[in-house]
């Protein structure tokens, strides 16, 4: 469960969204957890574009090429953080083309990233809380 990490982000100010997941099958049989958030992002960034001048957006999602445009429009500087290093990239070329900065995420791992021998070792043999409505 995440909800450790919405509750300590909601008692040090962060504003959390969550909105429940919707389970189906794909064409291949396989189950599939969906959750978007696209629409409520959007609503939220264009909401307060008159109080912060620069948006950081973690997402390569085309989609989000057109609130990117409009930020700018406003006079807002938008960054984008994905990266180009899969196959294929994790960004749309659009979006990445529309942002002022794009930033790979391959670049911030000296950073934020840690050895992976420092990984801790999670039992998931007891977990039967798989993702629902209210781990998102």
């Known amino acids: 469960s995440i909800r450790p990490l919405i509750d300590w982000l909601d008692y040090n100010g962060?504003?959390?969204?969550?909105?429940?997941?919707?389970?189906?099958?794909?064409?291949?049989?396989?189950?599939?957890?969906?959750?978007?958030?696209?629409?409520?992002?959007?609503i939220d960034a264009m909401e307060?574009?008159?109080?912060?001048?620069?948006?950081?957006?973690?997402?390569?999602d085309g989609d989000f090429r057109v609130l990117v445009e409009a930020l700018?429009?406003?006079g807002r500087k938008v960054s984008v953080v994905s990266t180009v290093a899969t196959n294929p990239p994790m960004i749309a070329d659009d979006l990445r083309r529309q942002t002022d900065q794009f930033i790979d995420l391959i670049s911030l791992k000296p950073n934020?990233?840690?050895?992976?021998?420092?990984?801790?070792?999670?039992?998931n043999r007891n977990n039967s809380d798989d993702f629902d409505d209210e781990d998102i």
């Open 72 to 74: 700018q429009r406003r």
């Open 14 to 42: 962060y504003h959390v969204v969550t909105k429940p997941t919707k389970e189906f099958t794909d064409a291949s049989g396989r189950r599939k957890v969906k959750g978007s958030m696209d629409i409520e992002l959007a």
């Open 112 to 123: 934020i990233g840690r050895d992976p021998s420092e990984k801790p070792v999670y039992d």
């Open 48 to 60: 307060l574009a008159d109080t912060i001048e620069h948006f950081v957006l973690f997402s390569g």
